[in-house]
C-alpha cells in the first residue's frame, strides 16, 4: 500500500486534473480523494493519504504527470 504525503495544494490539483479529463472512472476516484482529503484536520501542512487500489494508483500517478509533477521512485 502506497501512502503519499503531499501539500493541500498538489491534492488539490491532482483532484482538478482527475476531474478536468472527464473520464467516469476520474471522475469518480476525484470524489472519493476530496471525501478522504475532507476527513483530514485543514491545519496540517501536508496529508497522508492510503491508496490501495491499483486503479487510484493509476489515476494518481496520471494526474502528476499532467501536473508536471515528478513520479515517486
Known amino acids: 500500500m502506497w501512502t ?3 501539500h493541500w495544494e ?3 490539483s491532482i483532484i482538478g486534473a482527475l476531474r478536468a ?4 472512472y476520474m471522475v469518480e476516484h476525484a470524489d472519493a480523494l476530496e471525501r ?4 483530514h ?7 497522508r493519504m ?4 491499483d486503479v487510484y494508483l493509476r489515476s494518481f500517478n496520471w494526474a502528476r504527470l ?3 509533477i515528478s513520479l515517486p521512485t
Open 66 to 68: 499532467q501536473l508536471g
Open 50 to 53: 492510503s491508496l490501495s487500489d
Open 36 to 39: 478522504m482529503l475532507d476527513a
Open 21 to 24: 479529463n472527464g473520464l467516469p
Open 41 to 47: 484536520a485543514p491545519d496540517r501542512p501536508t496529508v
Open 4 to 6: 503519499p504525503a503531499l
Open 10 to 12: 498538489t491534492w488539490w
